[in-house]
Antibody, heavy 117, light 107 residues
Framework: EVQLVESGGGLVQPGGSLRLSCAASGFTFSSYEMNWVRQAPGKGLEWVSYISSSGSTIYYADSVKGRFTISRDNAKNSLYLQMNSLRAEDTAVYYC??????????WGKGTTVTVSS | EIVLTQSPATLSLSPGERATLSCRASQSVSSYLAWYQQKPGQAPRLLIYDASNRATGIPARFSGSGSGTDFTLTISSLEPEDFAVYYCQQRSNWLFTFGPGTKVDIK
């Protein structure tokens, strides 16, 4: 079964850091581009970051550029999102998603990040 | 950046009725448009990719059409489980954008 499982969310104070992980199974992880997408409470979906299959190409939304770092370990079938200098507006459910062409065909259930004092 | 606009924001229909959802792009995305369904507390689920291709396991009552800047998701006869929020999405090079969503609720 193709599956993505996120972890690492939690409550953090403004200015703090968190590292999210996404464990992939059921497909050849190293062959696929991956995204992080987030959803603030009661809001729509927002793309956060992209990484190519090899990890050599990386992009970020302007809202997180300079604060978040995406990475992957193909040997461990894992995707990561290091989040620094967190703000209240980063509060959201964070999803990892497998990219296939121009769309995302597999999504994890998400992990919740709450930034609050 | 390509901006996606969805209409209507909310669609109130009864089970068995036909639902027609619209997504408009600020510039051409060719046929590279996807539709997702999201229910409360759940992750988005891919319904349609490349404008008109149903994803694996998606019932035939869901269909997509359009190209360029104007796209439509049609649900031919609403089932109780279809009441949800629907998002369109496009990819332009490395940038992925979503529309604001259309909520289909029970009339």
């Amino acid at each position: 079964e193709v599956q993505l499982v996120e972890s690492g969310g939690g409550l953090v104070q403004p200015g703090g850091s968190l590292r999210l992980s996404c464990a992939a199974s059921g497909f050849t992880f190293s062959s696929y581009e991956m995204n992080w997408v987030r959803q603030a409470p009661g809001k729509g979906l927002e793309w956060v970051s992209y990484i190519s299959s090899s990890g050599s190409t990386i992009y970020y939304a302007d809202s997180v550029k300079g604060r978040f770092t995406i990475s992957r370990d193909n040997a461990k079938n894992s995707l990561y999102l290091q989040m620094n200098s967190l703000r209240a507006e980063d509060t959201a459910v964070y999803y990892c998603a497998k990219v296939r062409g121009s769309h995302m065909d597999v999504w994890g259930k998400g992990t919740t990040v709450t930034v609050s004092s | 950046e390509i901006v996606l606009t969805q209409s209507p924001a909310t669609l109130s229909l009864s089970p068995g009725e036909r639902a027609t959802l619209s997504c408009r792009a600020s510039q051409s995305v060719s046929s590279y448009l996807a539709w997702y369904q999201q229910k409360p507390g759940q992750a988005p689920r891919l319904l349609i990719y490349d404008a008109s291709n149903r994803a694996t396991g998606i019932p035939a009552r869901f269909s997509g059409s359009g190209s360029g800047t104007d796209f439509t998701l049609t649900i031919s006869s609403l089932e109780p489980e279809d009441f949800a929020v629907y998002y369109c999405q496009q990819r332009s090079n490395w940038l992925f954008t979503f529309g604001p969503g259309t909520k289909v609720d029970i009339k």
